[in-house]
């Protein structure tokens, strides 16, 4: 299973470019689409799962032409919003049952039997005579995939999940989705670096509109392994380095400043070369897209 995006263009009416000639093919199993806020996430995201039409270019899902059989993809799609609303009165048992018969689920044993399996996956078959508003946003985003993975979906979209969990569900959330399958398309669209080396064995960057970077995020580390050095600072020092070397992010650590730089050789006194991570990646990329500009 691949999803090969071709060119994808997006401009809204207000004159946005919100995706800027996007090539990227997915490949089954998890991949983490990272980027910040206003990236065109949501973007790419809506336009995969058939909500929105872009201006230009092509999706193809194996065969299928994802913008020209919307009801096909959607009979295989499973889809988690950014803004997941859900009805507060109705437990989750009754939800899911009656999303299960929108997805064509119509023989009522069969559908009993497949909500209890997914109440259980995401471990909520405790609570699922709960009404569904006295959930936690960690209960409410495992329900969102509970009713995402209604009816064997091959392409899942999970569109910024963690954001505000706490640290517990956050992992339980990952925990979950890790386990989902490796046969069929994941797509997990985040601005927070971890979940994507947390979880996914590929992954992208994209930047306003841009794609900067495709890789396994394990190679992409490795590529820039023995450039990026930091260095404990003052933090009102934080300008001056920033004017001076090649800062691509500062993080606080115990109140203190650090700084990370990129450079092929030592930047000068008091540096120390760091093992990098996916963060050292993503900040390089954006770093590295905006000189070009
Ligand atoms: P992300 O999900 O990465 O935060 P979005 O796809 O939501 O990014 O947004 C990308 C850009 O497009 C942003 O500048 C945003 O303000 C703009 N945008 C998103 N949706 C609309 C819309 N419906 N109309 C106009 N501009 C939009």
């Known amino acids: 299973m691949n999803l090969t995006i071709s060119n994808l263009t997006k401009t ?14 997915i490949p089954s199993g998890m991949f983490g689409l990272l980027g910040p806020n206003g990236a065109g996430k949501s ?7 058939t909500l929105q039409d872009p ?3 092509s999706i193809m899902l194996d065969g299928l032409d994802v913008l020209k059989n919307k ?6 799609l499973g889809y988690l919003p950014q803004e997941f609303g859900v009805y507060p009165k109705v437990s989750a048992e009754e939800m899911l049952d009656h999303m299960a018969v929108l997805k064509g689920i119509s023989n009522s044993k069969q559908r009993k039997e497949t909500v209890a399996a997914l109440l259980n996956q995401t471990n909520l078959f405790e609570a699922r005579k709960r009404k569904l508003g006295t959930y936690s946003g960690g209960m409410k985003q495992r329900f969102g995939i509970a009713q995402a993975l ?30 989902i ?3 069929i398309v994941i797509i997990l669209s985040t601005h927070i670096v971890e979940d994507v080396s947390d979880l996914c064995r590929n992954m992208a960057i994209i930047y306003k509109g841009n794609l900067l970077l495709i890789d396994d995020p394990l190679h992409a580390i ?29 993080r606080l650590f115990a109140g203190k400043t650090i700084i990370h730089v990129a450079n092929p050789n030592s930047p000068g006194e008091g540096f120390e070369l760091v093992s990098p991570d996916l963060r050292d990646v993503y900040f390089t990329s954006i770093q590295n897209h905006l000189k070009k500009q």
Request: no cysteine.
């Open 12 to 25: 809204y009416s207000n004159g946005v470019r919100a995706l800027n000639d996007i090539s990227l093919t």
């Open 150 to 179: 209604l009816g064997n979906p091959k392409l899942v979209i999970v569109d910024e999940p963690t954001a505000g969990l706490d640290p517990a569900e956050r992992n339980r959330f990952l925990n979950l989705l890790s386990e």
């Open 43 to 49: 973007s790419l995201m809506r336009t995969i799962a």
């Open 55 to 57: 201006d230009g270019g």
């Open 222 to 250: 490795e590529v820039i392994k023995g450039t990026i050095w930091q260095k404990t600072i003052e933090k009102h020092e934080l300008p001056a380095y920033q004017e001076k070397y090649n800062v691509i992010f500062s």
């Open 181 to 183: 399958g490796e046969n």
């Open 71 to 76: 009801e096909e993809v959607r009979k295989v």
